[in-house]
């Protein structure tokens, strides 16, 4: 294959290669999941233990980019394998198959995986999808077909819990929580510091209004999740695309969307809708925002494949899907995004946010944003992960420092209600850094911005202002990190000098508005020449005057 793998990669193929038993990887979204499956398939292959290959994915669009991932290392896949075949073609190294293909029709499948002369490698992409059907038919499914396999390889972007319903070939603990073999997490990858970007979440509130049996409630988003029997009405209001609310929290996504594009001209939004019905209605809103008609990915539609596609390699604004390109769908521009679904688990929650983390390159210093409802379960996910953004950050500082010291260089049941509207979005919070910016100071902010129109950069928001107006605050705290028994060379310390800066810079682009680029040129000013020729001390410089920068827009 073309490049290196990643040190996770080739940590996890070593421990796999050594075992032979059912192996669950568990990786962040966006760390190279495929790449690392793919892999294994050719070194098994080299090594005589497969000669036939079998990748289960839970949509198809997933079978024509496992196909063409697969042909860049030389691995013949059909992704377009129907039941009727019933034989796969000679030509071909193996297939790419959906887990409701593979249900309908075990036999054939155990078949398949079960020939002597072709050992068998089965990757199951998504793993815990096999869990998704209610009367547990894929489970049952998978197992037959598949238990005669010589190989099984599972795949998952986030730690996930079994519902009394056990996913065949995955090892629980007592908890019921999945066993893995190798695992990879988002802190992990972003302290990697080429694989996954930060984020941040703009919370949403606003006033929702439905009807039951006759009678009127209303209430706010953020109030409803003290109480389910208001929570998943208050939802169906807030995301009725004929109320207030959605279009305001677009119209707040979209302003936020041309800021990214003034330093990434090409960079795109994703809407995240609960049903197709809400996913036509949702980009009928963006094109009147607009001008621009956007994206529908819809299961329904034949061309949704291709439309993913287009929208991955082009330049416009926004796409809208239900749950297509909710995971393993590979998109980096994606960098603005909208959670409008009622899907409230923690497993699918983190699945969509791995939809704005995956990194273009060293070089990619995008924050992403995804705006979510301001309802309690979707906060504790979202602090949860600002938390690690931030330890990581700090962690990173940390280890220049001693170096340079050193001198070592699931949705919710509905409700029978009559939605009857919903107000305009109001901000709630936004998580940032393990911060949230108040409704208080946000509106604060919004006065102060009205004022210095004109006067201050387009690129300036809300949320940067009420960052800038804050004078105190609590700061996370530094996570130890262990002691380098070795000490690295000049140039992995100054590239880790420069994830710093980098990390750093996009801080203070979310605090203040201001352009990377632009606060790259003032740093360059100070200190003389650029990061790509700084020396070790001279990035230590920078890396002092960002957070005296940052501590004074605190």
Partial sequence: MAGELRVWQQEALERLLGRHEDFLTVATPGAGKTTFALKATEKLWDLGEIR????????????????????????????????????????YDGVVVTYQTVASAPHLWRRLSSNPAKPTLVVFDEIHHAGDDENAA???????????????????????????????????????RAMASYNYDYGRALADGEVVRPIVFPAMDGDAQW????EMTTTSVALADTDEETLSPALR?????????????????????????????????????????????????????????PIVAVSDD????????????????????????????????????????????????????????????????????????SINPLLEYARDIEKTVDAVISNEEKQVRDRQENDDGSGPTLFEVEVVGSSAAVHHSTIASGESITTEE????????????????PSMTSEAVALILRTAGARPATAAVPAQPDAPKLSDQKANARRVIKRKVGKLNIQTGRQHSHIHAELNKICGGNIGTASHDDLVRRIDILNRWLADEA
């Fill in 211 to 214: 009807r039951r049996a006759g």
């Fill in 52 to 91: 036939f290959v079998i990748v289960v994915v839970p949509t198809t669009h997933l079978r024509g980019q496992w196909a063409t991932a697969a042909a860049g290392m030389g691995i013949k896949l059909d992704d377009r394998f129907t039941n009727a075949d019933g034989v796969v073609a000679r030509d």
């Fill in 302 to 373: 034949p061309e949704a494949s291709a439309s993913i596609s287009r929208f991955g390699k082009g330049t416009s604004r926004w796409i809208v899907a239900v749950q297509m390109v909710s995971e393993g769908v590979d998109i980096p521009r994606l960098a603005v995004g909208v959670y409008a679904t009622r899907v409230r688990t923690q497993l699918f929650f983190i699945q969509v946010v791995g939809r704005f983390v995956r990194m273009r390159g060293g070089d990619d210093e995008t924050c992403a944003r995804l705006f979510i409802p």
């Fill in 442 to 457: 946000k509106t604060q902010a919004e006065s102060i911005l009205a004022m210095l129109r004109g006067s201050v950069p």
């Fill in 237 to 293: 209001a807030a995301l009725d695309p004929h109320g207030d609310w959605i279009p305001s929290v677009l119209r707040e996504a979209d302003d936020a969307l041309s800021k990214v594009r003034l330093d990434t001209p090409d960079a795109g939004g994703l809407v995240i809708a609960f049903n197709q019905t809400a996913a036509y209605a949702y980009a009928q809103i963006l094109r009147a925002l607009t001008g621009e008609d």
């Fill in 138 to 176: 894929w489970g049952a499914a998978l197992t037959a077909a598949f238990q005669p396999a010589a190989r099984r390889l599972l795949l998952s972007g986030t730690p996930f819990r079994t519902d009394k319903r056990p996913i065949p070939f995955v090892r629980y603990d007592e908890t019921g």
